[in-house]
Protein backbone atom coordinates (compact mmCIF):
# COMPACT_ATOMS: atom_id res chain seq x y z
CA UNK A 1 0.00 0.00 0.00
CA UNK A 2 1.65 3.44 -0.92
CA UNK A 3 1.46 6.09 1.46
CA UNK A 4 2.66 9.88 1.75
CA UNK A 5 2.73 11.57 4.41
CA UNK A 6 3.86 15.09 4.93
CA UNK A 7 4.63 17.43 7.28
CA UNK A 8 6.26 20.43 8.63
CA UNK A 9 3.53 22.88 7.95
CA UNK A 10 1.99 25.45 10.67
CA UNK A 11 1.58 29.17 11.35
CA UNK A 12 4.08 31.47 10.01
CA UNK A 13 4.62 35.24 9.70
CA UNK A 14 4.80 36.77 6.19
CA UNK A 15 8.62 37.17 5.39
CA UNK A 16 8.86 33.90 7.06
CA UNK A 17 9.89 30.15 5.81
CA UNK A 18 8.70 26.76 6.48
CA UNK A 19 10.25 23.30 4.99
CA UNK A 20 7.64 20.78 4.18
CA UNK A 21 8.22 17.03 4.22
CA UNK A 22 6.71 14.36 2.03
CA UNK A 23 7.72 10.65 3.38
CA UNK A 24 6.76 7.61 1.11
CA UNK A 25 6.33 4.20 1.78
CA UNK A 26 5.15 1.25 -0.21
CA UNK A 27 6.46 2.25 -3.61
CA UNK A 28 10.21 2.35 -5.41
CA UNK A 29 10.40 5.90 -4.45
CA UNK A 30 13.68 6.32 -6.61
CA UNK A 31 12.07 5.70 -9.77
CA UNK A 32 8.92 8.41 -8.92
CA UNK A 33 9.17 11.76 -10.00
CA UNK A 34 7.30 13.74 -6.80
CA UNK A 35 5.18 17.04 -6.89
CA UNK A 36 4.05 19.42 -4.49
CA UNK A 37 0.34 20.72 -5.15
CA UNK A 38 -1.49 23.33 -3.34
CA UNK A 39 -5.02 24.20 -2.61
CA UNK A 40 -6.10 27.21 -1.16
CA UNK A 41 -10.13 28.06 0.08
CA UNK A 42 -12.25 28.12 -2.50
CA UNK A 43 -9.82 27.73 -5.34
CA UNK A 44 -8.51 24.77 -7.62
CA UNK A 45 -5.70 22.89 -6.78
CA UNK A 46 -2.64 24.57 -8.33
CA UNK A 47 0.84 22.90 -9.43
CA UNK A 48 3.80 24.13 -7.14
CA UNK A 49 6.80 22.44 -7.86
CA UNK A 50 8.07 19.06 -9.02
CA UNK A 51 11.13 17.11 -9.36
CA UNK A 52 11.88 14.17 -11.32
CA UNK A 53 12.96 10.63 -10.48
CA UNK A 54 15.76 10.09 -12.90
CA UNK A 55 17.72 13.74 -12.67
CA UNK A 56 17.66 16.29 -10.64
CA UNK A 57 15.81 18.67 -13.03
CA UNK A 58 13.00 20.55 -11.26
CA UNK A 59 9.95 22.68 -12.42
CA UNK A 60 8.12 25.54 -10.67
CA UNK A 61 4.81 27.53 -10.57
CA UNK A 62 5.74 31.30 -11.85
CA UNK A 63 4.69 32.22 -8.32
CA UNK A 64 6.74 30.74 -6.80
CA UNK A 65 9.90 30.87 -8.26
CA UNK A 66 12.60 32.33 -6.50
CA UNK A 67 11.35 31.55 -3.38
CA UNK A 68 10.17 27.37 -2.87
CA UNK A 69 13.29 24.84 -3.66
CA UNK A 70 12.16 21.53 -4.06
CA UNK A 71 14.66 18.22 -3.76
CA UNK A 72 14.48 14.70 -2.42
CA UNK A 73 16.80 12.20 -0.34
CA UNK A 74 16.22 9.06 -2.05
CA UNK A 75 17.81 7.19 0.62
CA UNK A 76 15.18 8.65 2.99
CA UNK A 77 12.43 8.30 0.32
CA UNK A 78 11.75 11.63 1.37
CA UNK A 79 10.79 14.91 -1.06
CA UNK A 80 11.36 18.72 0.62
CA UNK A 81 9.80 21.96 -0.30
CA UNK A 82 11.66 24.51 1.59
CA UNK A 83 9.56 27.71 1.38
CA UNK A 84 11.37 31.26 1.78
CA UNK A 85 9.61 34.76 1.72
CA UNK A 86 6.36 33.27 1.94
CA UNK A 87 3.34 35.24 1.15
CA UNK A 88 -0.17 35.30 2.57
CA UNK A 89 -1.20 34.44 -0.96
CA UNK A 90 0.79 31.34 -0.18
CA UNK A 91 -1.56 29.98 2.36
CA UNK A 92 -2.96 26.66 1.74
CA UNK A 93 -2.79 22.88 1.91
CA UNK A 94 -0.03 21.82 0.55
CA UNK A 95 0.10 18.02 -0.89
CA UNK A 96 2.88 15.77 -2.59
CA UNK A 97 1.90 13.74 -5.10
CA UNK A 98 3.98 10.75 -7.39
CA UNK A 99 4.28 9.51 -10.69
CA UNK A 100 6.20 6.98 -12.38
CA UNK A 101 6.24 9.06 -15.64
CA UNK A 102 9.34 11.88 -16.59
CA UNK A 103 7.88 14.70 -18.98
CA UNK A 104 5.13 17.48 -18.40
CA UNK A 105 5.33 17.32 -14.65
CA UNK A 106 3.31 20.20 -13.85
CA UNK A 107 0.06 19.63 -15.81
CA UNK A 108 -0.03 15.16 -15.66
CA UNK A 109 -1.82 13.55 -13.93
CA UNK A 110 -0.17 12.01 -10.70
CA UNK A 111 -1.00 8.49 -9.46
CA UNK A 112 -0.56 8.52 -5.54
CA UNK A 113 -1.45 11.69 -3.43
CA UNK A 114 -0.74 12.24 0.41
CA UNK A 115 -3.45 14.06 2.53
CA UNK A 116 -1.75 17.47 2.62
CA UNK A 117 -0.66 19.68 5.66
CA UNK A 118 -1.74 22.98 6.18
CA UNK A 119 0.49 26.56 5.64
CA UNK A 120 -0.75 29.86 6.85
CA UNK A 121 1.33 33.02 6.19
CA UNK A 122 -0.10 35.66 8.48
CA UNK A 123 0.29 39.19 6.92
Known amino acids: QVQLVESGGGLVQAGGSLRLSCAAS????????MGWFRQAPGKDREFVAA????????YYADSVKGRFTISRDNAKNTVYLQMNSLKPEDTAVYSC????????????????WGQGTQVTVSS
Open 97 to 112: AATNQLYNLPSRRYDY
Open 26 to 33: GLTFSTYS
Open 51 to 58: IRWSDPTT
